[in-house]
């Protein structure tokens, strides 16, 4: 691979660049309700990711989240032979005690997993949320931190993306549309949507043969670094040589099945409970009902 391009989200002439070593990459925030899917079709529609060997949209929280240098990651994106895609996963420990983005995602957002299926249903894209399988550490990229190959672009971002957000455009009254525009729970007041998109990539993966790589983390780092808090040590330590065991065995039965969403559960309601009253470490408030 020879040239790793990522560009940084500029929504606003009061926002500055912050992510050192992204392009910046000023869009019209037409729907901020969209969040990045908008970054994704101006980037495919004028064919910025034609040029490089791997394009992606970050975040300027990349580093915040992440703990690493965006230099450091293009670095190991580099490194890697005969891959479509390459992303790090700000949030490994999720893994630990969630089936998949989905099963997660429908805990931590009720509704989730039916307000994307009737949105992909009407868009005709032909993605089965319920058959999604298990989604070890390698398949998790939470927050859109990927990059990809032009032909990755054209494929995934082109077929997949770039439909939903012409639907968006073309029925905005249709109830798959006003579904996944209702509002859910999160740090920051948001839709459903942009939980949707974020979970598409690691589904992407997860359904077809493609060749990609995942940056990963020790435990210990994950333990030390990117737990936020001593519940999510806790959870982490005790769920990892469990779950750890069936992925390498591929016997995910149904009572672990059960135990982690549990624990899925247990650690979301811990979650609403906890920053209720302070502010979370990547948004520097209190979540938002």
């Known amino acids: 691979m020879t040239e790793v391009i990522v560009f940084e989200c500029i929504y606003s002439l009061q926002q500055g660049a912050r992510l050192a070593g992204a392009m910046p990459l000023r869009i019209a925030n037409q729907y901020p309700e969209r969040r990045e899917l908008q970054a994704y079709v101006d980037v495919y529609k004028r064919k910025l990711y034609s040029a490089h060997g791997l394009t992606g949209i970050f975040s300027p929280k990349f580093e915040l989240k992440c703990r690493v240098s965006l230099e450091h990651f293009k670095q190991f994106c580099l490194q890697q032979e005969d891959i479509e895609s390459c992303h790090i996963n700000p949030f490994p420990q999720i893994a630990y005690w969630s089936y998949n983005v989905w099963e997660q995602g429908e805990i931590a957002h009720p509704g989730l997993k039916d307000a994307a299926q009737q949105l992909l249903n009407a868009v005709g894209i032909n993605i089965d949320i319920a058959s999604t399988p298990r989604h070890s550490p390698k398949f998790l990229a939470y927050s859109n931190f990927w990059v990809g190959s032009a032909q990755f672009w054209r494929d995934y971002v082109g077929k997949v993306l770039v439909p939903i957000s012409d639907f968006l455009d073309e029925h905005p009254n249709h ?8 509002d859910t729970t999160h740090t920051d007041h ?3 949507l942009p939980f949707v998109v974020e979970r598409l990539y690691s ?4 359904q077809r043969n493609l060749g990609f790589s995942s940056y990963e983390f020790s435990q210990e780092i994950i333990e030390t670094n990117l737990c936020n808090n001593q519940f999510e040590r806790l959870l982490f330590c005790q769920m990892r040589a469990d779950i750890d065991l069936a992925d390498v065995t591929g016997r995910y039965s149904p009572e672990l099945r059960q135990r982690v969403t549990h624990m ?10 906890y920053y209720a009253s302070r502010p979370h470490p990547h948004s520097g408030k209190p979540i938002q009902a």
């Open 203 to 206: 589904t992407w993966l997860s």
């Open 264 to 273: 899925c559960q247990i650690f979301q309601q811990h979650f609403f409970d």
């Open 190 to 192: 948001a839709p459903f």
């Open 175 to 182: 109830p798959a549309v006003v579904g996944v525009l209702k």
